[in-house]
């Protein structure tokens, strides 16, 4: 059974950073991609870095290019987003997700199908 659960989500002013992270059981950790997703309140639930396995290849969104980073530990399972000079407009839910599905070509996390999601953590920014 997939499992995945953050952690590390907070409160923190403008300009600070937070680190989350994502610990994956339940299946072969390396052969899924995977990714971060983000809803704020009223908003629909957008794609923020995804990562496909093996190749390691990116989606980033616009939005937090520069700012955001994703990284893995596979001999923890754990999958990581590095979030620098936090802006008020990333106060949202956060959430790791994960699938089986592989994707080549041209993608966006939002082409992700067939996802395990996890419970999400907060993330609050304040100006």
């Known amino acids: 059974q997939v499992q995945l659960v953050e952690s590390g989500g907070g409160s923190v002013q403008a300009g600070g950073s937070l680190r989350l992270s994502c610990a994956a059981s339940?299946?072969?950790?390396?052969?899924?991609?995977m990714g971060w997703f983000r809803q704020a309140p009223g908003k629909g639930r957008e794609g923020v870095i995804c990562?496909?396995?093996?190749?390691?290849?990116?989606y980033i969104a616009d939005s937090v290019k520069g700012r955001f980073t994703i990284s893995q530990d596979n001999t923890k399972n754990t999958l990581y987003l590095q979030m620098n000079n936090l802006k008020p407009e990333d106060t949202a839910m956060y959430y790791c997700?994960?699938?089986?599905?592989?994707?080549?070509?041209?993608?966006?996390?939002?082409?992700?199908?067939?996802?395990?999601w996890g419970q999400g953590t907060q993330v609050t920014v304040s100006s």
């Open positions: 997700a994960a699938t089986r599905r592989r994707y080549g070509g041209a993608w966006s996390c939002n082409d992700f199908t067939d996802l395990y």
């Open positions: 339940g299946y072969t950790y390396s052969t899924y991609s």
């Open positions: 990562i496909t396995p093996l190749d390691h290849r990116l």
